[in-house]
């Protein structure tokens, strides 16, 4: 995620004298007595902030002043210089004596209410200063970049929804085939901005704002992003192939207990995990899914991290509906039949425009030897109940981190509007017969604690979420994480 949207960014043409206030829990030995904007209000530019003091300990060479620009606890920018080379400051500066600092910073949007935290620190490390410097919002309509999340405060006015759909369509190149499609998709954007206005009111953190989905209705997006559709129930008698929950527990844990294993894990690190991808407008995230996962499989059994064929499984997989939808399961049935997988180069994606297609029998044949599926297990004990509030997401995270990435099936019908932060389990639905979209679980981070998260990859492209990530709340099965997460072990 890019977060050249917000920034100091944010700022509003409302300001007058900036007021400040010192950090909770900090000091000021900088000694400021004022700070002041130029231009005062701000308005969209370049931001000269000037900070005037006298310190009551002494700032040293090499000391910094780094500005974090917070929405409410969350950091979405950092900016640092050094105190005496870059802010017009003779160092050292001695206790008691006067001095002006003065830091200029880009601003290319609005629309929320940010926080510039200063922090000043000597050159030997130790602290002088921490102040909060608050910016309040201008009008909307000044916006040159849509901003990263869309506060319920702001009025929705025509004049609004306009601006926005026109910086909509420039940031994710829309052009309509006629004006009454415009006119069509200017309707769904303004639904999604009141859905999103209303989903982050509820929230501490937001974490919903305008995405490439945003000129989507809520039931074309469904329709054609949403597509997971289990054959059968994975608990049914006939689903032999799946090594039971406890002895694939045993095999893969082999006796580790979940208190050794790291608190912050990502399978990128380890180069077990291909480039994200887009399945574009066909319903073929299971496809997606599956093959990730038997990508990742591949790496860890010691052959290099290769990118194999999505379109082979959409094609040739004729127990599921390539566009229209599958399951990771049943593809890897198919793959047990057709004995592996070609690799994207020689069996290429081209369904993203919504057709399936037809099998190519002569691209099938050229399967990398390696890539059978021998069997498939769950990660941790499946649910395929209503309603999945007892999911074991420690033995899931103990199996992601000793075998290898693992595929999962979620309730993503809120991911239309995700852009930042980490997704609340209150946002979701965590019951099975709400999972409609299959991605891959690649990793965690600060689960140890109490604001731990899952790294997820997702296949809509790196222009969605995090780089093409989506980071779900730990601990409490946030959108079915771990209702049906499976490994393979290839021959």
């Given amino acids: 995620m890019k977060f050249t949207g917000l920034a100091l960014a944010a700022i509003a043409s409302t300001a007058s004298a900036a007021s400040f206030s010192v950090c909770s829990g900090k000091t000021d030995g900088l000694g400021v007595s004022s700070v002041t904007f130029s231009p005062d209000p701000p308005t969209v530019g370049t931001l000269s902030i000037k900070v005037a003091a006298t310190p009551t300990v002494e700032v040293t060479d090499g000391a910094t002043m780094s500005f974090a620009i917070k929405y409410g606890a969350l950091t979405i920018k950092t ?8 802010l017009g400051v003779s160092c050292p500066v001695a206790a008691g004596s006067s001095v002006t600092a003065e830091v200029e910073i880009d601003v290319s949007t609005g629309g929320v209410t940010v926080t510039a935290e200063g922090t000043t620190t000597n050159g030997d490390g130790s602290f002088v200063s921490c ?12 916006l040159t970049e849509l901003p990263l999340t869309i506060s319920h405060e702001i009025e929705l006015t025509t004049e609004v929804v306009d ?14 085939e006629h004006a009454e499609e415009e006119e069509a998709r200017k309707t769904s954007f303004h639904a999604s901005l009141k859905r999103v206005q209303a989903k982050n009111k509820e929230l501490e953190l937001p974490n919903f704002g305008v995405t490439k989905f945003s000129d989507m209705s809520e039931d074309e997006f ?3 992003m949403l597509t997971y559709r289990p054959d059968v129930p994975h608990n049914d008698s006939t689903r032999l192939n799946a090594v039971s929950h406890q002895a694939a527990l045993k095999k893969l844990r082999g006796g580790k207990k979940f208190s050794e294993t790291a608190t912050d894990f990502d399978w990128r690190d380890e180069g077990a995990v291909t480039d994200v991808k887009d399945q574009g407008q066909c319903g073929s995230c299971w496809a997606f899914s599956t093959t990730e996962t038997i990508e990742s499989a591949y790496m860890r059994a010691g052959n290099d991290l290769t990118e194999l064929s999505i379109e082979q499984i959409v094609q040739c997989d004729t127990k599921d509906a ?26 290429p994606y081209t369904s993203g425009r919504g057709v399936t297609g037809s099998c190519d029998s002569s691209k099938e044949g050229k399967v990398v030897d390696g890539t059978n599926v021998d069997s498939w297990k769950y990660a941790t004990p499946a649910c395929t109940s209503v309603k999945c509030n007892s999911q074991d997401e420690d033995t899931l995270a103990s199996s992601l981190n000793s075998v290898a990435p693992v595929s999962i099936c979620v309730d993503a019908e809120p991911w239309q509007d995700y852009t930042t932060g980490v997704l609340k389990a209150s946002s979701c639905k965590s019951g099975y017969y709400a999972l409609d979209h299959c991605v891959q679980l690649i990793g965690y981070n600060g689960i140890g604690g109490s604001d731990g998260y899952w790294i997820v990859r997702n296949s809509w492209a790196s222009d969605w979420g995090y780089d093409g990530m989506i980071h779900l709340e730990y601990g409490e099965n946030t959108c079915g994480v771990a209702d049906e997460a499976t490994l393979v072990t290839l021959k």
């Avoid at 102040?131 to 000044?142: G, T």
């Avoid at 601006?163 to 309509?176: I, M, S, W």
Wanted: hydrophobic content about 30%.
């Fill in 222 to 224: 469904r329709r054609k």
């Fill in 79 to 86: 900016v640092e210089k050094d105190f005496c080379n870059d």
């Fill in 163 to 176: 601006h926005f759909f026109g910086l909509f369509k420039t940031q994710f190149n829309r052009v309509y």
């Fill in 322 to 347: 390539g566009c229209n939808g599958g399951d990771t399961i049943t593809a890897y049935d198919y793959i047990q039949t057709s004995k592996g997988l070609a690799t994207e180069t020689d069996y």
């Fill in 131 to 142: 102040l909060d410097i608050p910016i309040s919002v201008s009008s909307a309509l000044s």
